[in-house]
């Protein structure tokens, strides 16, 4: 059958790799390129064909890599460019392709750029950040996601100026507005392209263009306009899509097999296909934020609603975001990242009875919507959060900035430990469990941040040798997408979209369909299949669980239970 628009990186399924987290080789309680190079063999299994590596650039680890030193260098913790080298070899050999992170909003402060901007006012690399000289006064308010008083301008004290930071005081903001910096960057995505790589994840690129005009913003105006999240207010510079078309004829169109991922904080559905239509020539997929804010309470920082997401609503919400693309352009799919909790904390119940069903339902979900899916390693297992009871366990920046800010604002400490229990980064960022040994098989000696104690039963050894396990189940589905091409290009269509304890939808491709049924709940639902799916024969292909009760087109679906029928 002829379909439109084919490409690999819309059939492939994402496997991302927190490196610092993955496998430790040399026993210094960190995760670094040659763990990982052992671990090929186990990612090939897993049947991907994309991996996402977070960054492994030269950095003082402000912010876990996210902060860069020296974007042509690897950083000696991972280990050496020749372990690069060797890593893309091999994962080239296993026909795995490589997506590198690209952070191009900010470098480190220690960056050589800014170590000469902060020099003297008319330094040549000066205009490579964001200055605003102290005698003008305070300049207008920016907010810092990563900052104690909340304040995005730091003052530098050698040229009696104040310099930009969304993120940490050691994370300053480039400046796309001068075209030397963007050449600059442009030579450094050529450097890993001929290199080999096979695209870039291309981190808060929505944040890169300014509004230098720096207009004066109220807390009146960013509640009523942006809803208190200054993302929306970020992710408005006027030349956004200028340098990102920019972008794209000096690098991108020269490497035709590659393919970008954009992190898009602060836009809406709306605009979405202003970064991806194939006509804008700009970029290939984007990944939003909308459905990350579902369950969390309104106050409060990722304080969970007591009562839980609604279902309605999050159906509802990737409905929209799947409408997006029907027709052009194309998307992604996540429930975790490096950014998020554990998938199956947040979005399926990871007590005991119900881990292992809630893990399969949420692979299931992820492999059979219309976009390119994204797991986070560990999600495969089933991994699930930490739950720390001290700020003394943490170690991301996020955590311990907001902690104290609210130190600062005198805010409820111990109510925040409890809500980062929850909703914090790092309990994505434990160790992956390789088997029940002490550290889980991830390092020899002390880790970086503590083993999840759960390891001892939940981890890749055990789960191995298990048929019915979430990997061995992961490891099927990614199978079953591939060979049935509607769960990739096949058109979606929701049923019962007020069902609230249920999601039901079906993929179609010409005369070919899969209808799925997902029980999102903790308790046994006895459900109708819709009437106009019922002149169709039901195959059932996949299934969690070994019962399944059915009268006709009447199913009564186990918690947490996920059905996969082929209609005739």
Same mark, same amino acid.
């Given at each position: 059958?002829?379909?439109?628009?084919k490409?690999?990186?819309?059939?492939t399924v994402?496997?991302q790799?927190y490196?610092?987290?993955f496998?430790d080789?040399?026993?210094d309680?960190?995760?670094?390129l040659?763990g990982?190079i052992?671990?090929?063999?186990?990612?090939?299994s897993l049947?991907v064909g994309?991996?996402w590596l977070?960054?492994?650039?030269?950095?003082?680890?402000?912010?876990?890599?996210?902060?860069?030193?020296?974007?042509e260098?690897?950083?000696?913790t /991972? $280990?050496?460019?020749?372990?690069?080298?060797?890593l893309l070899?091999?994962?080239h050999?296993r026909g795995i392709?490589?997506l590198?992170d690209l952070?191009?909003n900010?470098?480190?402060?220690?960056?050589?750029?800014f170590?000469?901007?902060r020099?003297s006012r008319? %330094?040549?690399?000066?205009?490579?950040?964001h200055?605003?000289?102290?005698?003008? $006064?305070?300049?207008p308010?920016?907010?810092?996601?990563f900052?104690?008083?909340?304040d995005a301008?730091?003052f530098?004290?050698a040229?009696n100026s104040y310099?930009?930071?969304? /993120?940490?005081?050691k994370?300053p903001d480039?400046n796309w507005?001068n075209?030397k910096?963007r050449?600059?960057?442009y030579?450094m995505?050529?450097?890993?392209?001929?290199k080999?790589?096979?695209?870039?994840?291309?981190?808060?690129?929505?944040?890169i263009?300014?509004?230098?005009?720096w207009?004066?913003?109220?807390?009146k105006e960013v509640?009523?306009?942006?809803? %208190?999240?200054?993302?929306? /207010? &970020?992710?408005k510079?006027?030349?956004?899509?200028e &340098?990102?078309?920019e972008?794209h004829?000096e690098?991108?169109?020269?490497?035709?097999?590659m393919v970008t991922?954009?992190e898009?904080?602060?836009?809406e559905?709306?605009?979405?296909?202003q970064?991806?239509?194939?006509?804008r020539?700009e970029l290939?997929?984007? &990944?939003?934020?909308k459905?990350m804010?579902?369950g969390?309470?309104?106050?409060?920082?990722?304080?969970?609603?007591p %009562? $839980?997401?609604s279902?309605p609503a /999050?159906?509802?919400l990737y409905?929209?975001? %799947?409408d997006v693309f029907?027709?052009?352009g194309?998307?992604t799919?996540?429930?975790?990242?490096?950014d998020q909790?554990?998938m199956?904390?947040?979005w399926?119940n990871?007590k005991?009875e119900?881990?292992?069903?809630s893990s399969?339902l949420?692979i299931t979900?992820?492999?059979t919507?219309?976009?390119?899916?994204?797991?986070?390693n560990g999600?495969?297992l089933?991994?699930?959060?930490?739950?720390?009871?001290?700020?003394?366990d943490?170690?991301?920046i996020?955590t311990?900035?907001?902690?104290h800010y609210?130190?600062?604002?005198?805010?409820?400490?111990d109510?925040?430990?409890?809500?980062?229990?929850?909703?914090?980064r790092d309990n994505?960022r434990t160790p992956?469990?390789w088997?029940?040994?002490?550290n889980? $098989?991830f390092?020899?000696?002390?880790?970086?941040?503590k083993?999840n104690?759960?390891?001892?039963?939940?981890?890749?050894?055990a789960?191995?040798?298990?048929g019915?396990?979430?990997?061995n189940y992961?490891r099927h589905?990614v199978?079953?997408?591939k060979?049935?091409?509607?769960?990739?290009y096949g058109?979606?269509?929701l049923?019962?979209?007020?069902?609230?304890?249920?999601?039901?939808y079906?993929?179609?491709?010409e005369?070919?369909?899969?209808?799925?049924?997902?029980n999102?709940?903790?308790?046994?639902v006895?459900?109708?299949i819709?009437?106009?799916?019922?002149?169709k024969q039901?195959?059932?292909i996949?299934?969690n669980?070994?019962s399944?009760?059915?009268?006709g087109?009447?199913?009564?679906l186990?918690?947490?239970?996920a059905?996969?029928?082929?209609?005739?």
């Amino acid at each position: 059958m002829e379909i439109k628009d084919k490409e690999w990186w819309k059939e492939t399924v994402i496997y991302q790799i927190y490196p610092r987290s993955f496998k430790d080789s040399n026993a210094d309680g960190i995760g670094d390129l040659p763990g990982l190079i052992s671990k090929l063999d186990y990612i090939q299994s897993l049947g991907v064909g994309l991996v996402w590596l977070n960054p492994i650039y030269a950095s003082p680890n402000d912010d876990n890599g996210y902060d860069i030193s020296n974007y042509e260098a690897i950083m000696p913790t /991972f $280990g050496t460019i020749s372990d690069f080298n060797t890593l893309l070899v091999g994962l080239h050999a296993r026909g795995i392709k490589l997506l590198m992170d690209l952070v191009v909003n900010h470098t480190s402060d220690e960056h050589p750029w800014f170590v000469e901007s902060r020099k003297s006012r008319d %330094n040549p690399y000066r205009e490579y950040y964001h200055w605003w000289p102290a005698e003008k $006064g305070k300049p207008p308010h920016r907010y810092s996601f990563f900052d104690k008083k909340g304040d995005a301008w730091q003052f530098d004290a050698a040229t009696n100026s104040y310099y930009l930071h969304y /993120f940490s005081n050691k994370q300053p903001d480039l400046n796309w507005e001068n075209p030397k910096v963007r050449q600059e960057i442009y030579q450094m995505m050529r450097f890993w392209l001929d290199k080999g790589i096979d695209g870039y994840r291309l981190d808060a690129i929505s944040y890169i263009a300014k509004d230098t005009s720096w207009p004066v913003l109220s807390k009146k105006e960013v509640k009523e306009k942006y809803d %208190n999240d200054w993302s929306y /207010f &970020y992710a408005k510079g006027p030349k956004l899509h200028e &340098y990102l078309h920019e972008m794209h004829l000096e690098v991108l169109s020269k490497y035709p097999d590659m393919v970008t991922i954009a992190e898009t904080p602060g836009i809406e559905k709306e605009e979405a296909l202003q970064f991806v239509h194939e006509d804008r020539q700009e970029l290939h997929m984007l &990944y939003h934020f909308k459905g990350m804010g579902l369950g969390y309470a309104k106050e409060g920082f990722k304080r969970p609603d007591p %009562n $839980g997401y609604s279902l309605p609503a /999050f159906k509802k919400l990737y409905t929209e975001w %799947n409408d997006v693309f029907s027709k052009e352009g194309w998307g992604t799919i996540y429930l975790g990242n490096h950014d998020q909790p554990r998938m199956l904390t947040r979005w399926g119940n990871d007590k005991p009875e119900f881990r292992v069903p809630s893990s399969k339902l949420l692979i299931t979900f992820l492999l059979t919507m219309r976009s390119t899916p994204i797991f986070y390693n560990g999600d495969e297992l089933g991994m699930a959060n930490i739950k720390f009871e001290s700020i003394q366990d943490y170690r991301d920046i996020e955590t311990l900035y907001m902690y104290h800010y609210l130190q600062f604002q005198k805010g409820d400490l111990d109510q925040f430990i409890k809500d980062q229990q929850f909703g914090a980064r790092d309990n994505s960022r434990t160790p992956f469990q390789w088997d029940a040994t002490p550290n889980a $098989g991830f390092t020899t000696s002390e880790p970086w941040i503590k083993v999840n104690p759960d390891h001892v039963y939940i981890n890749l050894e055990a789960q191995d040798m298990d048929g019915n396990s979430p990997l061995n189940y992961f490891r099927h589905l990614v199978q079953l997408r591939k060979d049935h091409l509607e769960l990739i290009y096949g058109e979606y269509k929701l049923y019962d979209p007020e069902h609230e304890q249920i999601f039901t939808y079906t993929r179609t491709l010409e005369k070919t369909a899969t209808l799925i049924v997902l029980n999102f709940s903790d308790e046994l639902v006895p459900y109708t299949i819709p009437k106009e799916l019922h002149k169709k024969q039901f195959q059932l292909i996949s299934n969690n669980e070994t019962s399944l009760q059915q009268e006709g087109h009447h199913v009564t679906l186990l918690p947490w239970q996920a059905l996969i029928f082929k209609l005739k």
